[in-house]
């Protein structure tokens, strides 16, 4: 499936720049991304790797300070994150992914960056075409829409295909008129 932008976003006369976090307590993949109205291009990406040796409270507080370092070295226009999914199984997972997606959102509010949020499905269906495609349909759609030299790690493909989820959203259409 081919994606177009809104005839009105090709108009844009002004960079819009975004950063996409996928977190995690072991892996937050990272990408900041910047749009012309004509062309993507990744600025930045890749993986905060908390050491899985220390307690949980410390991993959120690097993930933190890792977000609040990327935020102070970019100017971005929005952050955009992937929503928590709950999980029968393993409850204790989704209570740890809502802690880390606590620490990232708080981390560009108190900067007062706009947050938005989209389900994996709407994530893989914006970048790949297919809502359930795999990480490595993902990885390799976000190496040719970005013209990357070679495949992004898994969770910094998904980051930057959740910028990809907020420019291809018609439900930030209002984003571009703001600039």
Same mark, same amino acid.
């Given at each position: ?11 844009? !006369? ?37 050491? =899985? =040796? ?28 992937? !929503? ?34 989209? =389900? ?56 571009? =008129?703001?600039?």
């Amino acid at each position: 499936m081919t994606h177009f932008l809104n005839i009105e976003i090709l108009f844009l !006369t002004k960079t819009l720049k975004i950063i996409g976090i996928d977190p995690g307590t072991n892996i937050t993949g990272y990408g900041i991304a910047s749009f012309d109205g004509f062309n993507f291009s990744a600025i930045d990406y890749g993986c905060i790797r908390p050491p =899985s =040796s220390l307690k949980l409270s410390d991993r959120y507080l690097i993930i933190y300070d890792s977000i609040a370092h990327l935020l102070e070295q970019h100017t971005v226009n929005a952050l955009v994150v992937e !929503t928590q999914f709950a999980s029968k199984a393993n409850p204790q997972s989704g209570i740890k992914l809502g802690m880390a997606r606590g620490a990232i959102i708080i981390a560009a509010k108190k900067r007062q960056i706009p947050v938005y949020e989209y =389900s994996p499905t709407q994530v893989k269906l914006a970048a790949v075409g297919y809502g359930h495609a795999s990480k490595h349909q993902v990885q390799a759609m976000i190496q040719s829409q970005f013209q990357l030299n070679q495949l992004p790690p898994p969770d910094a493909a998904d980051a930057l295909a959740l910028t990809l989820c907020y420019m291809y959203s018609h439900k930030n259409k209002q984003a571009f =008129s703001e600039l």
